[in-house]
């Protein structure tokens, strides 16, 4: 009798653990992931905003009305990848994702060099090529290590009112996500 409880409570506590894998495991399936959304928007290397109200684009849905955001994919298969943006905004946040959708790496305008969104994203390998000899228009730029190939980046800026939605619309029209190639 008790072996047959214990046998029971095993298969139980089994059956609870496969749930779970099997429900957490689910996005990567259905494709319906983050990176498979973002994905869909269109090329990588270039900024996407996403849309205020459903209907508006197939692009996911900015939830919060006083932020506005903007990602873009990316893959530092061939070669670095710069994030640019200066602006006049009030603040704005940047946090680089993987394809598992694993943050890599997060920052704000408070941490950044001189309040300009100025990073570049490369592999172990790049990285240390670029650290031998730092090109000079990277004497500013953050560098951020991405261990897998691709990923993506997720920018957003502050909308404290409507008077200054021009100035972010016009930060994240601007803001760059392209391949990095050393000024000769």
Not at 17 to 32: A, K
Not at 136 to 142: C, G, N, T
Not at 158 to 170: I, L, M, N, Q, W
Not at 174 to 179: L, T, Y
Request: charged letters at 20%.
């Amino acid at each position: 009798m008790r072996s047959f409880l214990y046998a029971i409570v095993i298969g139980l506590i089994g059956a609870a653990l496969l749930h779970i894998v099997i429900i957490l495991s689910l996005p990567s399936f259905t494709g319906r992931d983050a990176y498979t959304r973002v994905q869909s928007l269109g090329e990588a290397n270039r900024f996407y905003k996403l849309a205020e109200k459903p209907g508006d684009t197939l692009a996911p849905i900015n939830d919060d009305p006083a932020m506005e955001t903007s990602v873009c994919t990316f893959s530092v298969e061939n070669g670095p990848i710069r994030l640019y943006a200066e602006g006049d905004v009030p603040f704005w946040s940047l946090a680089i994702y993987d394809e598992a959708s694993n943050e890599v790496f997060s920052m704000n305008d408070r941490t950044s060099v001189s309040g300009a969104l100025d990073t570049l994203i490369a592999t172990p390998i790049q990285l240390i090529g670029i650290r031998k000899a730092v090109p000079p228009e990277l004497e500013q730029s953050i560098l951020v290590e991405m261990r897998g190939e691709e990923g993506y980046a997720v920018l957003r800026t502050f909308v404290p009112t409507e008077s200054r939605r021009k100035a972010a619309d016009g930060f994240l029209a601007d803001a760059s996500c392209e391949p990095f190639t050393p000024d000769q």
